[in-house]
């Protein structure tokens, strides 16, 4: 079974819209850490934001923000204001039990494309 | 301008060659990682390397043989590849606490290597 889900693998928003990207997860650890990366045509993948399972609050890194749903294992990532330069892949990505060196397990990502 | 670095940006090779892949972090972390990336498969964890020590190898065929000689430098040498190691490989690399409990542990990625196996 998949760890993380990604059911949109492309979006189209206009400039200016606020975008959420969907991400399900799959874990029975009671510590993990969500992430989203950007990842422009380049390919340099660009750490966005975090997400601590403990944490009570959701994150938010400027105009990125994690809707983060325990209950229902989803960590939506939230753009506001979009812009042409966040037309990119996006990946959510998971690191199960305490803070080792194990790699991340990564959805197969969401292409957004901004429209002016 | 990335902590991680990557070179080359882009390699051509053949199948009977032998080439390299070289990664620097400048972040002062103490772990690093080998990624690959290939057209519309997720990205698949290859190697980790923690305190210069190798602790996972996600079954990666022999052909990839990783090394890395202190916690800022990590190499992938390939030899004998196939047209289906063709893929965008990356490098990364992250700071592991050595308490235990969870941490953000942030994993940081340099530009990635685009590999062509002709």
């Known amino acids: 079974a998949q760890k993380i889900t990604q059911t949109q693998p492309g979006m189209f928003v206009q400039e200016k819209e606020a975008v959420t990207l969907d991400c399900t997860y799959d874990t029975s650890d009671q510590s993990y850490g969500l992430f989203w990366y950007k990842q422009p045509s380049s390919g340099e993948m660009i750490f966005l934001i975090y997400q601590g399972s403990y944490d009570e609050q959701n994150a938010t890194e400027g105009r990125y923000s994690l809707n983060f749903q325990k209950a229902r294992k989803s960590a939506n990532l939230v753009i506001s204001a979009s812009q042409l330069g966040d037309s990119a892949m996006y990946f959510c990505a998971m690191r199960e039990g305490g803070g080792g060196a194990d790699g991340l397990t990564f959805g197969k990502g969401t292409h957004l494309i901004i429209q002016p | 301008e990335t902590g991680v670095t990557q070179t080359p940006r882009h390699l051509v090779m053949g199948m009977t060659n032998k080439k390299s892949l070289k990664c620097e972090q400048h972040?002062?972390?103490?772990?690093m990682y080998w990624y690959k990336q290939s057209a519309k498969k997720p990205l698949e964890l290859m190697f980790v390397?923690?305190?210069?020590?190798?602790?996972e190898n996600n079954s990666v065929p022999s052909r990839f043989s990783p090394e890395c000689p202190n916690s800022s430098h990590l190499f992938l040498h390939l030899h004998t590849l196939q047209p289906e190691d063709s893929a965008l490989y990356l490098c990364a690399s992250s700071q592991v606490l050595k308490v235990n409990g969870f941490s953000g542990n942030t994993i940081y990625f340099g530009e990635g290597s685009w590999l062509t196996v002709v």
């Open positions: 390397y923690s305190l210069e020590e190798r602790v």
């Open positions: 972040l002062g972390h103490n772990a």
